[in-house]
T-cell receptor, first 114, second 114 residues
Framework: GENVEQHPSTLSVQEGDSAVIKCTYS??????FPWYKQELGKRPQLIIDIRSNVGEKKDQRIAVTLNKTAKHFSLHITETQPEDSAVYFC?????????????FGKGTKLSVKP | DAGITQSPRHKVTETGTPVTLRCHQT?????MYWYRQDPGHGLRLIHYSYGVKDTDKGEVSDGYSVSRSKTEDFLLTLESATSSQTSVYFC?????????????FGPGTRLTVT
């Protein structure tokens, strides 16, 4: 079955710097890759996703890139702010997101220092 | 929040007792899921449902059962709770938006088995 590896497990940056979180997946049939942000004590919230027919997607300070050949995808946060501090999870699915079976990475704890 | 609620939000129970967690949605979405979240493991799928009375196992289904007798409710039961089932449990639904699909999480239930 699918396996998703996420790195690093912790990441500390200065406010204004960029942060990059990387994930690799094993199932070449996976075609949907969402990213979730989870603040302490709260539910995971979808922040951006990408599908296998697209190489990059941007939403303001957040971008995600996908390399299908290498089977990895990355989250890029530019101009980081203290409110970006949270745990970020990547996930992969072979069903285009239409049904479950999201396989998650183990998370990256991002700390943004003022 | 896609109209998802979970009850109870917190529960402490003793080893060997049965426990049922409820997930309720108000928008008639077809797919519903139960995940557990543990430090160092990210989010892992327990069971999911693709319709009334239609359910299937996820990656960590042992010791859990589910039922879905109505579209809006998805119940997770621990037949005989064990300390290893101490966790935060999240329900999720798949929402179709503009031809694409996104998965949204409920607020979570913190379960402690003593």
């Amino acid at each position: 079955g699918e396996n998703v590896e996420q790195h690093p497990s912790t990441l500390s940056v200065q406010e204004g710097d960029s942060a990059v979180i990387k994930c690799t997946y094993s199932d070449s049939a996976s075609n949907y890759f969402p990213w979730y942000k989870q603040e302490l004590g709260k539910r995971p919230q979808l922040i951006i996703d990408i599908r296998s027919n697209v190489g990059e997607k941007k939403d303001q300070r957040i971008a995600v890139t996908l390399n299908k050949t290498a089977k990895h995808f990355s989250l890029h946060i530019t101009e980081t702010q203290p409110e970006d501090s949270a745990v970020y999870f990547c996930a992969a699915s072979r069903y285009g997101g239409s049904q479950g079976n999201l396989i998650f990475g183990k998370g990256t704890k991002l700390s943004v220092k003022p | 929040d896609a109209g998802i609620t979970q009850s109870p939000r917190h529960k402490v129970t003793e080893t060997g007792t049965p426990v049922t967690l409820r997930c309720h949605q108000t928008e008639n979405h077809r797919y519903m899921y139960w995940y557990r979240q543990d430090p160092g493991h990210g989010l892992r799928l327990i069971h999911y449902s693709y319709g009334v009375k239609d359910t299937d196992k996820g990656e960590v289904s042992d010791g859990y059962s589910v039922s879905r007798s109505k579209t809006e409710d998805f119940l997770l039961t621990l037949e005989s709770a064990t300390s290893s089932q101490t966790s935060v449990y999240f329900c999720a639904i798949t929402v179709s938006r503009g031809g694409t699909y996104e998965q949204y999480f409920g607020p979570g239930t913190r379960l402690t088995v003593t």
